[in-house]
C-alpha cells in the first residue's frame, strides 16, 4: 500500500475533522501532504483545503476529503 493510499485511508477515517501535515506526518510518516493530496486530487478526488491559524498565528492547512454522499457544512 502507498503513503497515497494510507493517506486516503485516513482522510475517510477522519471525516469533517481532517488531516492537518502533522498528523499526516504522525499517523503515515508523510512530510509532503500538500504533495499527496494533489494526486489524489489528480485522481478525481474532491478534497478541500480549510486554512486554519495555530496558537502561535501560523497558517496551516487542514484537509477534508468530501465524498458523493456526505452531508456538506452548512451557514
Known amino acids: 500500500m502507498t503513503q497515497t493510499d494510507e493517506l486516503l485511508l485516513l482522510l475517510r477515517?477522519?471525516?469533517n475533522e481532517?488531516?492537518?501535515?502533522?498528523?499526516a506526518l504522525y499517523s503515515v510518516g508523510c512530510f509532503r501532504l500538500a504533495a499527496r493530496?494533489?494526486?489524489l486530487r489528480k485522481d478525481g478526488y474532491n478534497i478541500t483545503d480549510l486554512g486554519e491559524r495555530t496558537p502561535s498565528g501560523k497558517r496551516i492547512a487542514r484537509y477534508v476529503l468530501r465524498e458523493e454522499g456526505q452531508l456538506r457544512w452548512t451557514r
Open 13 to 15: 477515517r477522519r471525516g
Open 37 to 39: 493530496v494533489y494526486e
Open 18 to 23: 481532517g488531516l492537518t501535515p502533522l498528523d
